[in-house]
């Protein structure tokens, strides 16, 4: 993977707003995108015939709790087709935390966002049915963000 | 006057055939299900939440638990992404016998499914055998590593001990004997009529339902997409053996079936080409910073004491990074993103579990049609609610 790889450059042609930042680590390619573009951002390197990342693997959010933005949304993608991976990574302000839901490009994201939810109090707006997941519907807070104390309030 | 509304019914979390406590409320009109909703958590753990505050080996434990029928698998996921932060090589002799481990694992859990699958719609039998061949192969892990269901026998670095005497020639005689023990399976299901009655046809998921619910594993290889972890993104030396990935066409029931019982047999092929050509030598990456001494130079020599104090005390630190690992586990795509603040704890450790995103299939394949389906359906995906839950 490098400066020269296809989605590096598709991306960067096709949203050159929205890419923040692109990091590579031991063979992974990371996109930073602003996270109001991230649903033309899903659409686009899905459908695109030659990135085709048809496969969301997964959806997680990291709590950075002394920085802002405090939170990140992380997709890791991966195209059947290509065999390759990708992640892109949304930041979250904690002032308004909310991104557009990727249920629509992947169904997959339905159940990793009500976690997200669940866990980390993101809300995602387009959701078809954002409730919690793991825990219990009248549970009080997220238990994974980093002011949550271990051994539960 | 005649009214006609539909019917709500639970069933679980308490119900054998959902392999766990896993609760679905079904919304049916007769005997057809309108609607599924699966309600899980019962067995949530926070093990991402425990993870975040212990060292990197102590975490071993921890993701045991996780597919509790895959102890293996699990140790082999999490420790390849640590050694991939770490940016570490291990020694080719510890890469085969992890990838015995792994493919034992995989026979034990699919045999699991098995004889649990056939159990709930009706097929008593295969479940005797079933446990009787996974039996010997607990009885290996135990040779290996004193535990059985969770083994914590993988370590960063390599392993926790090499393969004790007389392991190799027992674990050749289960793979020499292991496929006609499959066959003897198949003659029990594959063309009795009430198996394919039951299974033919039942809880169909599309290719491309396939790829847009990140099904993995033999969900989707069943549904005709040829995509095995092992063969697209070697690792632990899985290039060096020759074994192939089997499809199925209809995405039912039965070709997931027919997928796992080929793979049993590749697991076995996998594991007699491993002990054939096991390389001799070191079973621990040089690495003193990370892997602990040999426990008789822990008795002996004041050096390694320390050296043995500061890793299981402090663990290692490793660079600040994230990444991203995933390998095929029995049930599926199983991965690790680790978030590392270059502390010796991980700043997030979140885990892919396979079992939980195949479940979310389960809508899609039960919708529309009976109710007794839903238990063939539950039985195919291969569900751990200790992974599915964490």
Redesign the interface.
């Known amino acids: 993977m490098n400066k020269e790889d296809i989605t590096v450059k598709k991306l960067r042609d096709q949203f050159p707003d929205s890419i923040l930042d692109v990091s590579f680590?031991?063979d992974?390619t990371?996109f930073l995108v602003k996270k109001e573009d991230i649903l033309p951002i899903a659409r686009f390197v899905h459908s695109d015939a030659d990135l085709s990342y048809?496969?969301?693997?997964?959806l997680?959010c990291?709590?950075y709790l002394k920085r802002e933005p405090r939170f990140e949304i992380?997709y890791?993608l991966y195209s059947?087709k290509n065999?390759k991976?990708a992640?892109i990574k949304a930041p979250i302000p904690s002032n308004h935390q909310v991104i557009s839901s990727v249920c629509s490009v992947?169904?997959?994201a339905?159940?990793?966002e009500r976690e997200c939810y669940d866990?980390y109090g993101i809300g995602f707006e387009g959701h078809p049915d954002l409730r919690r997941?793991?825990?219990?519907d009248d549970w009080e807070g997220y238990?994974?963000r980093k002011d949550?104390p271990?051994k539960g309030k | 006057m005649t009214r006609t509304e539909t019917l709500m019914i639970n069933m679980g979390p308490q119900h054998p055939s959902t392999h766990g406590v896993l609760r679905l409320v079904l919304e049916l009109d007769g005997e057809v299900v309108v609607k599924v909703t699966p309600h899980i958590g019962y067995l949530h753990r926070g093990v991402e939440k425990l993870a975040e505050n212990k060292t990197y080996h102590q975490c071993i434990t921890l993701v045991d638990r996780l597919d509790y029928l895959a102890g293996m698998s699990n140790n082999l996921a999490y420790v390849l992404a640590v050694e991939k932060l770490l940016d570490m090589e291990v020694p080719k002799r510890a890469q085969y016998i992890r990838v015995i481990m792994a493919e034992l694992q995989r026979i034990a859990s699919h045999l699991i499914w098995l004889g649990t699958h056939g159990h709930d719609i009706g097929a008593m039998t295969p479940l005797f055998y079933a446990l009787r061949e996974r039996d010997e192969i607990l009885f290996l892990f135990e040779m290996v590593c004193g535990a059985r269901l969770t083994p914590s026998y993988l370590r960063i670095g390599g392993l926790a001990f090499d393969l004790p005497d007389g392991f190799e020639a027992k674990a050749m005689e289960f793979v020499r004997t292991f496929p006609s023990r499959v066959a003897e399976y198949e003659t029990l299901l594959t063309k009795n009529r009430i198996w394919i009655q039951r299974t033919k046809g039942v809880g169909i998921l599309s290719r491309e339902d396939a790829i847009n619910l990140g099904a993995s594993g033999p969900v989707i290889r069943g549904s005709d997409v040829n995509w095995d972890i092992r063969k697209s993104t070697p690792y632990s030396g899985y290039q060096n053996f020759d074994f192939i990935i089997p499809t199925g066409k209809n995405g039912d029931c039965y070709d997931r079936y027919l997928v796992r019982m080929e793979e049993m047999r590749q697991s076995a092929e996998i594991v007699k080409q491993a002990l054939e050509t096991l390389p001799k030598g070191e079973i621990n990456a040089h690495e003193p910073k990370v892997v602990l001494p040999p426990k008789e130079d822990v008795y002996t020599n004041m050096a390694s004491l320390i050296h043995h104090f500061k890793i299981v005390s402090e663990g290692f630190t490793p660079p600040a990074g994230e990444v991203y690992t995933s390998i095929e586990s029995p049930k599926g795509e199983l991965g690790f993103y680790i978030v590392s603040d270059g502390t010796n704890k991980p700043y997030r450790l979140r885990i892919r579990p396979p079992s939980f995103i195949n479940l979310e299939a389960l809508s899609t394949m039960v919708e529309g049609r009976l109710i007794a389906d839903v238990i063939a359906v539950i039985g195919s995906i291969d569900i751990v609610l200790g992974e599915v839950d964490r």
């Open positions: 680590f031991r992974e990371t048809d496969f969301l693997s997964d997680c990291v709590d992380v890791h059947i065999n991976r992640r992947w169904k997959t339905n159940w990793l866990m997941i793991l825990l219990t238990p994974l949550y271990l």
